[in-house]
T-cell receptor
Framework: DAKTTQPPSMDCAEGRAANLPCNHS???????VYWYRQIHSQGPQYIIH???NNETNEMASLIITEDRKSSTLILPHATLRDTAVYYC?????????????FGKGITLSVRP | DARVTQTPRHKVTEMGQEVTMRCQPI?????VFWYRQTMMQGLELLAY????????DSGMPKDRFSAEMPDATLATLKIQPSEPRDSAVYFC????????????FGQGTRLTVV
């Protein structure tokens, strides 16, 4: 699986959009970009994933650059409950190599 | 509400004792992951099963750790003998391999070896 690079931490104000960047310059054509988050003392939670088109669900939006070498997770209206470690992961979707490998992630702190 | 169930939630044991952690994947999921999380190493993938067969256990110390799926509703992770450095939170996750959907994580087992 391709390696990802994320800043160690960032913060944002409650109610504002949080834009979490991720670099994955060595991503392969069959690898998806996944985002998970881990709130303190809980198991990781899936947020969203995409291949090359932008994606949106009830939790977040995922913007992937045209060359697929980077992406941004957007939480449109961050709340205090969004304070967590966010992991950007690239992986093939199926097959024996489709393991989910976590890096260090980015710690998002939402301030009141 | 379907979820992955892990037992026990907390375990304190003495060095040298055998520890067994259990995971009940979501019904119908055929992919199971075991992870270990520590402050120093973060989330480490230990083993990965599909249709009850191990696909990758390269992250697991082979001399003391073993992972099995006796049936489709139960995955186990055993440590024998346990050591203080095994103290960590162990997470199990399950998913469907035939689609691009997410892995669902359990609440974890917090293991302390004294």
């Amino acid at each position: 699986d391709a390696k990802t690079t994320q800043p160690p931490s960032m913060d944002c104000a409650e109610g504002r959009a949080a834009n979490l960047p991720c670099n994955h310059s060595t991503i392969s054509g069959n690898e998806y970009v996944y985002w998970y988050r881990q709130i303190h003392s809980q198991g990781p939670q899936y947020i969203i994933h995409g291949l090359k088109n932008n994606e949106t669900n009830e939790m977040a939006s995922l913007i992937i650059t045209e060359d697929r070498k980077s992406s941004t997770l957007i939480l449109p209206h961050a709340t205090l409950r969004d304070t967590a470690v966010y992991y950007c992961i690239v992986r093939v979707a199926t097959g024996a190599n489709s393991k989910l490998t976590f890096g260090k992630g980015i710690t998002l702190s939402v301030r009141p | 509400d379907a979820r992955v169930t892990q037992t026990p939630r907390h375990k304190v044991t003495e060095m040298g004792q055998e520890v067994t952690m259990r995971c009940q994947p979501i019904l119908g999921h055929n992919t199971v992951f075991w992870y270990r999380q520590t402050m120093m190493q973060g989330l480490e993938l230990l083993a990965y099963f599909r249709n009850r067969a191990p696909l990758d256990d390269s992250g697991m110390p082979k001399d003391r750790f073993s992972a099995e799926m006796p049936d489709a509703t139960l995955a186990t992770l055993k440590i024998q003998p346990s050591e203080p450095r095994d103290s960590a939170v162990y997470f199990c996750a399950s998913g469907e391999s035939w689609s691009y959907t997410e892995a669902f994580f359990g609440q974890g087992t917090r293991l302390t070896v004294v």
